[in-house]
């Protein structure tokens, strides 16, 4: 297809984001604190770390039964999950750490999980963050196998199921990226004929292609030649791993932006979105902030997206004590904030969207919208 260059226009709408941008640089310089994740950061950074590695050595010693070697594998899979979400993700934001040197370091664990850091910080930090919730261009609900995640996706009749089956599609999130990136390369070249990316740099496919054989040495060929399994074994433990780790970060991505709520702007003929882009971004996220510390610490804050597509050089640690700041500001000028009242409700909302989608046309039923909550102070 032909890409078209998207351009977000609203001067009435403009004057949100300067407003809500002082405050929170008056919330850090007024309290003396700097926007990265600071010395607790990379403390977690390295638990998350030891998550995954620590498992994958303890299976490599040989010295466990194949049932807790299986144990291992998805204990591995929190790990996978657990770097993504609050170490690779904040890092290659830039926001884990002051110096570029410390980003680029632990923006470097995404190898590790079989992922590329060139490529997601296209279509992620530019594409996604940018174009949030718009169909041909966030890959985050577009061209996804046998689902529907945009009401501008072609219907299909198996759609109607997708609610029963999609988390199953979800849990293979990472095992994608093996071949995932590759596929990257094309889409964005394309997209750099319309100037909404670069082309893919030559020097970068040799970094994915060096990145994933290190994969594949580390993840099979290593095991396979250390322990006395059969690859069947082998692929078990893989899956397992990757199911686990699959379906936490997919399902924690897919309550932001795929809820009740949320918008799915169209651009015109021309590509122009008729709003300012933060209030694009307020109006295409959503948070599920519960009362749970563990989960918001597990998953790297993404419980508080909204705060986190409106400000993504800002470390996650900060956004549960600036989000009553950007509420409060998008009330004074007449936004919604939507907000999900925890993990559970955001779920459900998440899965009556996914049975909406799975018609040509939503049922009346799936058009209320719940009601917004507040968020703590």
Same mark, same amino acid.
């Given at each position: 297809?032909?890409?078209?260059?998207?351009?977000?226009?609203?001067?009435?709408?403009?004057?949100?984001?300067? /407003?809500?941008?002082?405050?929170?640089?008056?919330?850090?310089?007024?309290?003396?604190?700097?926007?990265?994740?600071?010395?607790?950061?990379?403390?977690?950074?390295?638990?998350?770390?030891?998550?995954?590695?620590?498992?994958? @050595?303890?299976?490599?010693?040989?010295?466990?039964?194949?049932?807790?070697?299986?144990?291992?594998?998805?204990?591995?899979?929190?790990?996978?999950?657990?770097?993504?979400?609050?170490?690779?993700?904040?890092?290659?934001?830039?926001?884990?750490?002051?110096?570029?040197?410390?980003?680029?370091?632990?923006? @470097?664990?995404?190898?590790?999980?079989?992922?590329?850091?060139?490529?997601?910080?296209?279509?992620?930090?530019?594409?996604?963050?940018?174009?949030?919730?718009? =169909?041909?261009?966030?890959?985050?609900?577009?061209?996804?196998?046998?689902?529907?995640? $945009?009401?501008?996706?072609?219907?299909?009749?198996?759609?109607?199921?997708?609610?029963?089956?999609?988390?199953?599609?979800?849990?293979?999130?990472?095992?994608?990226?093996?071949?995932?990136?590759?596929?990257?390369?094309?889409?964005?070249?394309?997209? @750099?004929?319309?100037?909404?990316?670069?082309?893919?740099?030559?020097?970068?496919?040799?970094?994915?292609?060096?990145?994933?054989?290190?994969?594949?040495?580390?993840?099979?060929?290593?095991?396979?030649?250390?322990? #006395?399994?059969?690859?069947?074994?082998?692929?078990?433990?893989?899956?397992?791993?990757?199911?686990?780790?699959?379906?936490?970060?997919?399902?924690?991505?897919?309550?932001? =932006? /795929?809820?009740?709520?949320?918008?799915? #702007?169209?651009?015109?003929?021309?590509?122009?979105?008729?709003?300012?882009?933060?209030? =694009?971004?307020?109006?295409?996220? $959503?948070?599920?902030?519960?009362?749970?510390?563990?989960?918001?610490?597990?998953?790297?804050?993404?419980?508080?997206?909204?705060?986190?597509?409106?400000?993504?050089?800002?470390?996650?640690?900060?956004?549960?004590?600036?989000?009553?700041?950007?509420?409060?500001?998008?009330?004074?000028?007449?936004?919604?904030?939507?907000?999900?009242?925890?993990?559970?409700?955001?779920?459900?909302?998440?899965?009556?969207?996914?049975?909406?989608?799975?018609? #040509?046309?939503? #049922?009346?039923?799936?058009?209320?919208?719940?009601?917004?909550?507040?968020?703590?102070?």
């Amino acid at each position: 297809m032909q890409y078209q260059k998207i351009k977000f226009s609203n001067k009435d709408k403009s004057v949100f984001f300067p /407003v809500l941008r002082q405050r929170i640089d008056h919330h850090f310089s007024s309290n003396n604190i700097c926007k990265s994740g600071g010395k607790g950061i990379k403390y977690k950074a390295l638990f998350m770390l030891s998550l995954y590695l620590i498992p994958y @050595a303890l299976i490599l010693s040989g010295n466990f039964s194949n049932m807790i070697n299986l144990a291992l594998a998805v204990i591995m899979g929190l790990g996978v999950a657990g770097v993504g979400m609050s170490v690779m993700h904040d890092a290659i934001h830039g926001s884990l750490a002051t110096s570029k040197l410390w980003n680029k370091f632990f923006g @470097a664990s995404i190898y590790l999980l079989g992922g590329n850091a060139y490529n997601w910080e296209v279509q992620h930090n530019r594409l996604h963050h940018t174009y949030t919730n718009i =169909h041909e261009v966030d890959e985050d609900i577009t061209g996804k196998f046998l689902l529907r995640l $945009s009401f501008q996706e072609k219907y299909k009749s198996i759609h109607r199921f997708q609610h029963i089956y999609a988390f199953f599609l979800y849990s293979l999130m990472t095992i994608s990226f093996l071949w995932k990136d590759f596929k990257e390369i094309s889409l964005f070249n394309k997209m @750099a004929e319309s100037g909404m990316t670069k082309p893919f740099p030559k020097k970068e496919l040799a970094t994915l292609i060096i990145s994933k054989i290190g994969y594949v040495i580390f993840i099979l060929a290593i095991p396979m030649y250390f322990l #006395p399994i059969s690859f069947g074994q082998w692929l078990l433990g893989f899956l397992a791993m990757h199911f686990t780790s699959g379906i936490i970060l997919s399902t924690v991505f897919q309550m932001a =932006h /795929v809820v009740e709520g949320v918008h799915q #702007p169209e651009p015109d003929e021309t590509g122009c979105v008729e709003n300012a882009w933060a209030v =694009h971004q307020l109006q295409t996220t $959503s948070n599920f902030a519960g009362k749970s510390k563990l989960l918001s610490w597990y998953i790297g804050g993404l419980d508080y997206q909204i705060e986190h597509h409106l400000f993504p050089s800002i470390s996650h640690v900060h956004y549960h004590a600036i989000s009553p700041i950007v509420r409060a500001t998008a009330l004074e000028f007449g936004y919604d904030y939507n907000a999900k009242k925890n993990f559970i409700t955001a779920l459900g909302s998440h899965i009556r969207m996914l049975r909406s989608m799975g018609y #040509p046309f939503p #049922p009346a039923v799936f058009a209320q919208q719940p009601e917004e909550v507040s968020v703590p102070a």
